[in-house]
Structures are given as C-alpha cells and as structure tokens.
C-alpha cells in the first residue's frame, strides 16, 4: 500500500474531498435501462491503462469501489487517432449497458460527457480534469495541481547540485501549464536565481505528448544535458521515458499523479524517483461510486482536490527524501503558507 507524508493525499476515500462540491443534483441509482447499476463504468485517457500514473490512478479507484460495493465494473481503453463521437459512443455503451456512474478520464472527454450525460440523464457521469459541464448529472473532478507542483518545486531546488532543474509538460495545454507555473514558483521561493529549462512535448494530445516514452527520454536527455539535475514531469505515459532518462544520468526524477516510486514498471529506476506530485485521481474515482451506490445521493457539480482537503500532495516512499530533514522542513513551511493563504500559487 502506498504511503505518503503528512503533506501527501488522504487515503483512497477522501470524504474531505467532497467539501468543495458546488451543488448537489438529484440523479437516479439506477441504470439507464431503470434496473439497479451494474457498477463503475471507466474510459481511460489517452495512454490507457498501464501508464503507471493517471490512468493507472483512476483504475485503483475503480478497483477498490468494486471491491467495497461488490459490483462488478467495466473499464475501456482509447483508440488511437479517435474522435469526440468515438468517445461519446463509448460512455453512451457504458451508460445503456447498465453502468452507473460512467466516467471519463481526461479533460478530452468534456464534449463527449457533456452529450451523453443529456442522453441518460438517470445516470451519473464524472469527468476528471474539466469543470466546464454544468449538469445536474455531471460531477466536475478537478484538482488544484499547481499547489502539489509548488512543493515539487521547492524540493527541487533543495536537492539540486547545479542550481539548475527542469520541466517536461506532455501537451502545451492550460492544465499542463498550472503543473509548470507551481513547480517553477516553488523552486523560486527557494533559490530566486534558480535556472529551470521548460519543454512540451506536443502541442495537442493526438501526436503523443501523454503516451510516448521517447518523446519523454529525448527530451528529459536534452534538459539533463544542458545541466538539470532535477527534472519533474507532467506528461503521463511519457513520463516513463523522463524517469528512464533520469536514472540512465544518475539525477533525480520528480513523478506526477500516482507515488511512481512505487510502481512496478519502474522498479529498475526507483532510486532516482524523489517523489512524486500527487492528485488523489483514485480517491475522485472512489467518492463518486461511493455516492451512487452506497450513499444514494450521488455528486455533481465541481469537486475540487487541494492541499487543505488531501486532494494533492507529495509522496514520501523514498527514504532519501523522507528522512532528509531540511527537505522536510521546507515543504511543512510551503505546505502551511499555501494552506494559510499567505503562499498565493500561480496557475499560469
């Protein structure tokens, strides 16, 4: 089981996390078809699952909402080069097929969500990263990820031997860009002349910027060669290929949504993983079922992760990290100031 610091995500269920849900709509436990719901229906993000990070994170949700409601569920994986109509169709299935709720991992599913959840309005739908669907059946899933990346920043800047860091964003996008604008304040408040190479990997989501390893490794090998040695990723799948990098150099690698110290297809590279910017994806996942099947009173509107509500954070399973004392002295000064509101988190 993962463990994280006193600065990390709260544990899978975050009641916490459903604090900042702006309204609650009156959506049926039923299924489409007006029997009881078959369970959770997931569509993965682009990089599906087995990214060892986003995907990776709904799908833990997802597993541990069938395991405490005993239902069964269903989870699909994208297609390449697919349309918003091959989105649509695919919660439109999952909703006919008796699932309930249905979520869409990614901000790509926004149109798709947004014309299903008007199709089957007895079923709840979920998107994770988009807020702009205003439905009674609809709960908005989004994270303050600027504030977890600030963190990441500031332990950057404390760990690094050249004064110098980078930032590998997967697809030049405004949520991409909240992840860099944190990472960078953060390091900053730290080392105010700290240099910080920055790159996108691509510009939209459909040439690869979330599910290519490559992608990742070049450009994480170009960022260590021009001196970085910290690099933080934001980029999904890609990121593997920035951790990869990272080991091959022997510098440290900061990963992003899921604790990827622990995961297994990066075992070989665990060492030089520092932490990794954590967004409770699972804990979203898990609350939403838990509102349909077990509470009855399912959730819609935004529901907002943050600092103050264990919605994001840092993992601690490196012992490198956790036991460093300074470190850790920073990111509890960090953590209290973005809590306290005197530390103000840029998100662009």
Known sequence: MRRVSRIAVAGVATAALAVTVSACGSSSTESAGGGKSKGVGLAYDVGGKGDQSFNDAAYAGFQKAEKDFGVGGRDVEPQDNESDADKVQRLETLAKSGYNPVIGVGFAYAPAVKEAAVKYPKVTFGIIDDNTIQAKNVADLVFHEEESSYLAGVAAAKVTKKNHIGFIGGVDVPLIHKFEAGFVQGAKSVKPGIKIESQYLTQTAQEGGFSSPDKGENAANGQIDAGADVVYHAAGLSGQGVIKAAAAHKVWAIG?????????????????????????VSGAVYDLAKSVLQDKKPLSGEVRGSLANGGVGLADSNPVFKNNADLQAALKKAEQGIKDGTIKVKTS
């Open 256 to 280: 992003v949504d899921s604790d990827q110290y622990q995961q297994s297809a990066l075992a070989a590279y665990k060492q030089y993983i520092l932490t990794s910017a954590l967004k409770n």
